[in-house]
T-cell receptor
Framework: EPEVTQTPSHQVTQMGQEVILRCVPI?????FYWYRQILGQKVEFLVS????????KSEIFDDQFSVERPDGSNFTLKIRSTKLEDSAMYFC???????????FGDGTRLSIL | GENVEQHPSTLSVQEGDSAVIKCTYS??????FPWYKQELGKGPQLIID?????GEKKDQRIAVTLNKTAKHFSLHITETQPEDSAVYFC?????????????FGAGTRLAVHP
């Protein structure tokens, strides 16, 4: 069964450094999403992306965050200058159409020191 | 904006018993309600979903019911097995005319004891 893959599984970064989280969505999916889950809290929506544009973003997704589809298979989330409070699990998801189910990767655990 | 409340936060059952997890949502325009199962070290996995034009949906031992008037939906697992042990999340999708943003509940940790 096709799946969403995320790398790395765990990223440790010094505060203030840039980090890029990578995702390979399911190949025929056109809609892409990032969510995050701070330890012990809800899974929260960050951003949705379609046709090389952000379609919606949450209040969390400020100027420190950016997303990109650099080629035909990867979808990345960049945090420009990480803060301690960015420590969380980051999940990538994709769907074939906007009204179709979203399929999630296994996440990247981001630890900011 | 949409808010989803989920209860209980933990649920412990004996193998073979039924488990019920309940969620309420605030936005009456929400029209899609998926349920996800998350096992340790894995991402959320879709197990069943229901749309607002349907009151109930079943898939083997799993069923979901939706009450639009009361704005709540529930997950029912019958004949529970130890492999059902996981964290379960409900979610709602507020109608936005296009792109689906999942609003999650806080999760229910289900433990099924042999």
């Amino acid at each position: 069964e096709p799946e969403v893959t995320q790398t790395p599984s765990h990223q440790v970064t010094q505060m203030g450094q840039e980090v890029i989280l990578r995702c390979v969505p399911i190949s025929n999916h056109l809609y892409f999403y990032w969510y995050r889950q701070i330890l012990g809290q809800k899974v929260e929506f960050l951003v949705s992306f379609y046709n090389n544009e952000i379609s919606e973003k949450s209040e969390i997704f400020d100027d420190q965050f950016s997303v990109e589809r650099p080629d035909g298979s990867n979808f990345t989330l960049k945090i420009r200058s990480t803060k301690l409070e960015d420590s969380a699990m980051y999940f990538c998801a994709s769907s074939e159409q906007p009204d179709q189910p979203q399929h999630f990767g296994d996440g990247t655990r981001l630890s900011i020191l | 904006g949409e808010n989803v409340e989920q209860h209980p936060s933990t649920l412990s059952v004996q193998e073979g018993d039924s488990a019920v997890i309940k969620c309420t949502y605030s936005d009456s325009a929400s029209n899609y309600f998926p349920w996800y199962k998350q096992e340790l070290g894995k991402g959320p996995q879709l197990i069943i979903d229901i749309r607002s034009n349907v009151g109930e949906k079943k898939d083997q031992r799993i069923a979901v019911t939706l009450n639009k008037t009361a704005k709540h939906f529930s997950l029912h697992i019958t004949e529970t097995q130890p492999e059902d042990s996981a964290v379960y999340f409900c979610a709602a999708v507020p109608f936005s005319g296009g792109y689906n943003k999942l609003i999650f509940g806080a999760g229910t940790r289900l433990a099924v004891h042999p």
